[in-house]
DNA sequence: AGGATAAATATAATTAAAAGTAAAAAACCT
DNA sequence: AGGTTTTTTACTTTTAATTATATTTATCCT
């Protein structure tokens, strides 16, 4: 890079940054995704992906987890870098690259008032609508990964409520894989992982026996992962 | 995002977007990296990633793709997002993101003489020094990206001649995982992938009998993507 | 010619993953 | 109490992946 700076931004044009949260949820057996109405212009009243733009003094991320915040009150939660959208024409308006970042999310934790108030949406994965620019790809990206990484890493847990049945995860995996598991091989399967803790209660809402409660068990997946185990669910 | 831009961007300052190159290499036997010099200040004759800033007008990966040229006269060279690297004081001169983008190329087709004017070097990827900023953080998640990938997708073909033998792609992985594997079954299983041309010719360069060469068959590659096959390599 | 060396094949043995069969257990319902 | 439903365990069979044993082949070297 001989060149310096200022050769690339003398006028007043400028570059901006923004960042686009894709989140996911998990509800009903489906898998959803959150996206808001615009209430100002432009593309006004298009369906939209949740951003920003990321302020000087701040660090992308935290940018993301900023947005995630205002929308729908949660911190700590699960998100990861998706990829950049730089494209020099990718909005009409100003010369602008996003970081797209997914989130998940579990469907009882968030705050329902301020999803509304903001004029956001769940929409089961395949019912999502049109979105402006290049947000579309986004989602498509964001799905693939998904599919793709909850097959070696457990973030599949990401989407479940903290105590959760193992039929419970099950039908979670279906919903990303699209596609019907073995009840008794999912089970030996999930299970022989060891990162799961049984709990005493059950959950009686789906059936008469009831399912036992479980937990993630964060401190012996780490344990694990660094013992260099490699996972692989479904 | 009800604010408007210019809440973020009304003071004079800038936010500059970068990207920069991290280029595998293999040669000898080896996994090499190609960093360069700086030779204008600021950091002025530390080693650093080959990078740019992004032109107003260009695409990010257009960015990287100039760069890799200006260096090392190639074009059509597989490339691809890494991550973006946005922490607020990651360059202490001006607020700065940057999109890493990982290139492999073959160690024969490169223009050594643009190399050298550019004061870039080859370096085995365990003897890497010190890179400025987080240039290092780049070279650690690039190797890991390409050691996960690998095993997957057969990106490894990037890395050798056109033409290569079952040894020397054998070599390869070794390099890459810096673990010896088994010769034969090695071989059974790249050549169950069904993704290569045995051609007549043989490489005796490095033994009596030699070896038979083979190209990559991208052709049936993508027809097996396609059809959902899932490779496993190593 | 005989020995050395790396490449290549064939095939057997072992281990592990996936799929399927059967049935018991825990609730609830009428 | 007996029927119903879903969860759960125990085991078997099938299939596939991995590892290992043994040989053969092509070539160069002395």
Same mark, same amino acid.
């Given at each position: 890079?001989?060149?310096?700076?200022?050769?690339?931004?003398?006028?007043?044009?400028?570059?901006?940054?923004?960042? /686009?949260?894709?989140i996911?949820?998990?509800?009903?057996?489906?898998?959803?995704?959150?996206?808001?109405?615009?209430?100002?212009?432009?593309?006004?009243?298009?369906?939209?992906?949740?951003?920003?733009?990321?302020?000087?003094?701040?660090?992308?991320?935290?940018?993301?987890?900023?947005?995630? +915040?205002?929308?729908?009150?949660?911190?700590?939660?699960?998100?990861?870098?998706?990829?950049?959208?730089? +494209?020099?024409?990718?909005?009409?308006?100003?010369?602008?690259?996003?970081?797209?970042?997914?989130?998940?999310?579990?469907?009882?934790?968030?705050?329902?008032?301020?999803?509304?108030?903001?004029?956001?949406?769940?929409?089961?994965?395949?019912?999502v609508?049109?979105?402006?620019?290049?947000? /579309?790809?986004?989602?498509?990206?964001?799905?693939?990964r998904?599919?793709?990484?909850?097959?070696?890493?457990?973030?599949?847990?990401?989407?479940?409520?903290?105590?959760?049945?193992?039929?419970?995860?099950?039908?979670?995996?279906?919903?990303?894989?699209?596609?019907?598991?073995?009840?008794?091989?999912?089970?030996?399967k999930?299970?022989?992982?060891?990162?799961?803790?049984?709990?005493?209660?059950?959950?009686?809402?789906?059936?008469?026996?009831?399912?036992?409660?479980?937990?993630?068990?964060?401190?012996?997946?780490?344990k694990?992962?660094?013992?260099?185990?490699?996972?692989?669910?479904?």
């Amino acid at each position: 890079m001989p060149e310096s700076i200022s050769d690339y931004y003398a006028q007043n044009d400028k570059m901006y940054v923004a960042t /686009d949260c894709i989140i996911f949820g998990f509800d009903e057996g489906k898998l959803k995704l959150l996206i808001f109405k615009r209430r100002v212009e432009p593309l006004k009243d298009s369906w939209s992906l949740i951003g920003s733009f990321v302020k000087l003094n701040e660090d992308v991320d935290q940018a993301a987890k900023r947005v995630l +915040k205002e929308i729908t009150g949660l911190e700590n939660v699960f998100m990861e870098e998706l990829k950049s959208y730089g +494209k020099a024409e990718r909005d009409p308006g100003y010369r602008s690259i996003s970081i797209g970042q997914y989130a998940l999310i579990r469907p009882d934790d968030y705050d329902k008032e301020l999803v509304k108030k903001h004029g956001a949406h769940w929409y089961e994965i395949d019912k999502v609508p049109d979105l402006v620019l290049d947000h /579309d790809q986004m989602v498509k990206d964001a799905l693939e990964r998904l599919k793709r990484k909850a097959r070696y890493k457990p973030i599949g847990f990401e989407l479940l409520p903290e105590k959760f049945t193992i039929p419970q995860l099950q039908q979670l995996y279906e919903a990303i894989y699209q596609k019907e598991l073995d009840a008794r091989n999912f089970r030996k399967k999930v299970l022989s992982l060891n990162v799961l803790i049984k709990l005493e209660e059950k959950d009686k809402s789906t059936s008469r026996r009831g399912a036992f409660l479980y937990k993630f068990d964060h401190k012996n997946y780490k344990k694990l992962l660094e013992s260099g185990y490699n996972f692989e669910i479904a």
